[in-house]
């Protein structure tokens, strides 16, 4: 079977081994029973929990002051639990830096007053808003960290008392990213982690309160326990995927390919006579990649030029259109190489 690279957004490329390794053990993980058949109480499935939790305490040195949960309900529910557990005044401050911190917002404003403390709309998105220079009175500061659809990331963090909460769901286990400076992470599973089903938040321990909140909704309930049923597939995926992350490397690892990855297609897009990317400058995103020709239908020719030579998922969001490549911990060097390849080949038919 000829080799295909998938660019896929989300859910995005897992590891080819760790696939390989899911397969062979999921008939049987243990004594004849699948991985999936198993009761997320017994201590087979325990011990995968707790290594999932270590690896990613390892990965991201997440301090004991810290807890880490295991949720579902995607990313997107974070955008209702942060402000339902952290409201103390009522009053929220968000960045709003693309069209997944505005679903932010527009969820936290069921919870109490946002502030929009800064806001990139003007530039469609291509630019990230810069910090507040003072930003008090309010329960935290949240922010899109990797701005998946435009292409965006901030590299730099505020001087701030505020509790930072951070979208991490498109940049997580790719960069570094300096836990201690955060009260809450949080990361839908299914672009560096496993597959969907799984939400990851990291929070200081000291901004759990018990809250007067259904149980699933309240952080206190989620706390070195699982509350209920889990996703027990996407956990056990997510701890191998962890494992391969850690052989390869870490984190550090991780970033210093992706860096590679990006600055060889971002000097692709800048060099081209054909394609351009849509943001330039110094927050341009490592993972996520959008580019055009400037013309949908050549953007369209391109994305089925593209996907007939193997390179699939490079359609922009749905939203904005475009082209986009995501370039996850899973996706080769090789697979760049082969983008960038075709694009020449693509630039050539046009002039012929
Ligand atoms: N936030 C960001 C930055 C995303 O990229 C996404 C999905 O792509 C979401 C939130 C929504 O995540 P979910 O589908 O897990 O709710």
Redesign the pocket.
Same mark, same amino acid.
């Given at each position: 079977m000829a080799v295909v690279y998938n660019f896929s957004? /989300?859910p995005g490329v897992l590891p080819e081994p760790v696939l390989r390794e899911v397969q062979a053990e999921f008939l049987s993980y243990k004594q004849g029973v699948s991985i999936v058949e198993m009761s997320h109480r017994s201590d087979t499935f325990g011990t995968i929990v707790e290594q999932l939790e270590t690896r990613l305490r390892r990965l991201m040195h997440i301090p004991d002051d810290y807890a880490v949960l295991f949720l579902q /309900? /995607? #990313? +997107? *529910? @974070?955008?209702s639990m942060v402000p339902m557990n952290l409201r103390e005044t009522g009053r929220f401050a968000y960045l709003d830096s693309?069209i997944?911190?505005k679903? #932010?917002i527009a969820d936290a404003k069921h919870f109490g007053d946002v502030i929009v403390a800064g806001s990139s709309a003007a530039s469609n998105y291509g630019t990230i808003p810069d910090w507040p220079e003072h930003i008090q009175d309010v329960d935290y500061l949240h922010v +899109? *960290?990797?701005?998946?659809?435009e292409g965006t990331r901030y590299t730099k963090l505020p001087d701030t008392d505020v509790p930072l909460v951070a979208?991490?769901?498109?940049n997580i286990l790719a960069e570094a990213i300096d836990v201690q400076r955060y009260g809450l992470l949080y990361?839908? #599973? @299914?672009?560096n982690i496993g597959p969907?089903g799984l +939400?990851l938040v990291i929070i200081r321990r000291d901004l759990i309160t018990e809250r007067d909140l259904p149980s699933y909704l309240a952080y206190s309930k989620h706390v070195d326990t699982l509350l209920n049923t889990p996703s027990t597939f996407s956990l056990y995926v997510a701890e191998r995927v962890l494992a391969w992350v850690e052989t390869e490397g870490g984190v550090e690892e991780m970033e210093r390919r992706n860096e590679k990855k990006s600055k060889l297609l971002y000097d692709a897009l800048d060099t081209s006579p054909l394609f351009y990317a849509l943001v330039s400058g110094k927050n341009r995103s490592l993972t996520?990649i959008p580019f055009t020709t400037g013309d949908d239908a050549t953007d369209e020719a391109f994305r089925q030029f593209a996907e007939t030579r193997g390179l699939i998922e490079l359609g922009g969001h749905r939203s904005v259109g475009g082209l986009r490549a995501s370039l996850y911990n899973a996706m080769p060097l090789e697979g760049v190489t082969r983008l960038i390849d075709v694009m020449h080949e693509f630039e050539q038919e046009g002039q012929d």
């Open positions: 957004a /989300g /309900g /995607g #990313a +997107t *529910l @974070q955008f693309g997944w911190s679903k #932010a +899109t *960290l990797n701005n998946t659809i979208d991490v769901s498109s990361a839908g #599973a @299914q672009k969907a +939400t996520n």
